[in-house]
T-cell receptor
Framework: DADVTQTPRNRITKTGKRIMLECSQT?????MYWYRQDPGLGLRLIYY???????NKGEISDGYSVSRQAQAKFSLSLESAIPNQTALYFC?????????????FGPGTRLTVL | SQQGEEDPQALSIQEGENATMNCSYK?????LQWYRQNSGRGLVHLIL?????REKHSGRLRVTLDTSKKSSSLLITASRAADTASYFC??????????FGTGTRLLVSP
């Protein structure tokens, strides 16, 4: 669990503010992901990165941007937060050396946009 | 849209009973995985079954996969209160990323 950390764990902000959520990992994995979880909707993929130079949009990337600063760091930004971005955000990593994409999740960031 | 849909959405049982939850998906897959989430925490990988496998066991967990019906089931035997959590299926379709279902909330009462 401590292999993937997220900061902050909780954040309350106002509409229109820029917010950055950070993810760090010590697993040495190349692949990193950002998900959003809303009640009743499961997890939805926002962005993913297969290495430092690779960034890809997921299912719901509008309103979000990411930065892969290093193999170990992957940040998610909300340029201008809106209330419907209130959700639980998870970072995950994977290393499909066994040809299976098992993912390891961080503890999550609970974001509230007022 | 979600690839996987779990059924039931919620399940309440007594300790010692078995818990079965099902996952249906829409497209061909390379593998299907089950994850567990304790309330408000990160997901934890439980078990993976490949598309050419039909059944897999891990401790008290048994997973089946029927690719002809595009469905999977997770059986937890002899449930414990500590098994209380949400359980998600996730499918890997060959695009090197997972698509998660909507989850089953399991409550195991002492």
């Amino acid at each position: 669990d401590a292999d993937v950390t997220q900061t902050p764990r909780n954040r309350i902000t106002k509409t229109g503010k820029r917010i950055m959520l950070e993810c760090s990992q010590t697993k040495g994995h190349d692949r990193m992901y950002w998900y959003r979880q809303d009640p009743g909707l499961g997890l939805r993929l926002i962005y993913y990165s297969f290495d430092v130079k690779d960034i890809n949009k997921g299912e719901i990337s509008d309103g979000y941007s990411v930065s892969r600063q290093a193999q170990a760091k992957f940040s998610l930004s909300l340029e201008s937060a809106i209330p419907n971005q209130t959700a639980l955000y998870f970072c995950a990593t994977s290393d499909p050396s066994g040809s299976a994409d098992t993912q390891y999740f961080g503890p999550g960031t609970r974001l509230t946009v007022l | 849209s979600q690839q996987g849909e779990e059924d039931p959405q919620a399940l309440s049982i007594q300790e010692g009973e078995n818990a079965t939850m099902n996952c249906s998906y829409k497209t061909s897959i390379n593998n299907l995985q089950w994850y567990r989430q304790n309330s408000g925490r990160g997901l934890v990988h439980l078990i993976l079954i490949r598309s050419n496998e039909r059944e897999k066991h891990s401790g008290r967990l048994r997973v089946t996969l029927d690719t002809s019906k595009k469905s999977s089931s997770l059986l937890i035997t002899a449930s414990r209160a500590a098994d209380t959590a949400s359980y998600f299926c996730a499918t890997e379709t060959g695009f090197q990323k997972l698509v998660f279902g909507t989850g089953t909330r399991l409550l195991v009462s002492p």
